[in-house]
């Protein structure tokens, strides 16, 4: 059993975007130190803060729940492996159409900022294409930094992106 929980947040808006995911959950499954305890559903979103060009470009999106025992900064140099290897260019420009995008939420409750890395991930209140899937699989959490539960914070964000179910098991 891997004993620490860290919540990751995958996003695909190019090529084949289930394919995408699912090469990333069997990748991330695949890292010795990590188990998958839970995988939340499939949802199609608006992109957010993306470049003109690119406000076409849907997005699909989920989250997947982690046992690990690696280090927060090992886990997250192993997450940057695995979307480079699906494809994922790293620019300068952000916001930018990508394969795979692969976020780590949280880790462990605790709060990281160092190396690259900061956890809790600094935009996961804001984002409902991070908060449905994650009220879905961990709706109770309570994450460092905050006072309310996910699905609090998911039912009080104001109107706005649209978030659709794809798949709810993929």
């Known amino acids: 059993m891997n004993g620490i929980e860290a919540g990751l947040s995958l996003g695909s808006n190019l090529d084949d975007k289930l394919a995408s995911l699912r090469a990333a959950r069997a990748a991330i499954a695949a890292i010795p130190e990590v188990s998958v305890l839970a995988s939340a559903p499939v949802y199609e979103t ?3 803060g993306v470049p003109e060009e690119f406000a076409d470009l849907e997005f699909y999106n989920t989250v997947l729940i982690i046992g690990t025992s690696l ?13 480079l ?3 994922r260019k790293r620019t300068i420009r952000q916001n930018v ?15 990281i ?8 991930h600094p935009r996961w209140t804001k984002r409902r ?9 961990r709706g109770y959490l309570v994450l460092p930094g905050h006072d309310r539960r996910v699905r609090d914070i998911l039912a009080a964000l104001p109107p706005g992106q649209d978030v659709r179910p794809v798949l709810a098991e993929w």
């Open 129 to 137: 294409f991070v908060l449905q899937p994650l009220a879905d699989v």
């Open 97 to 111: 159409p990508r394969t795979i995008d692969v976020d780590l939420i949280y880790y462990d409750g605790q709060t």
């Open 71 to 83: 280090d927060a900064h090992k886990l997250f140099a192993q997450l940057q492996k695995i979307e």
């Open 113 to 120: 900022r160092s190396g690259g890395l900061v956890v809790p």
């Open 46 to 48: 608006e992109p957010v």
């Open 85 to 87: 290897a699906l494809g």
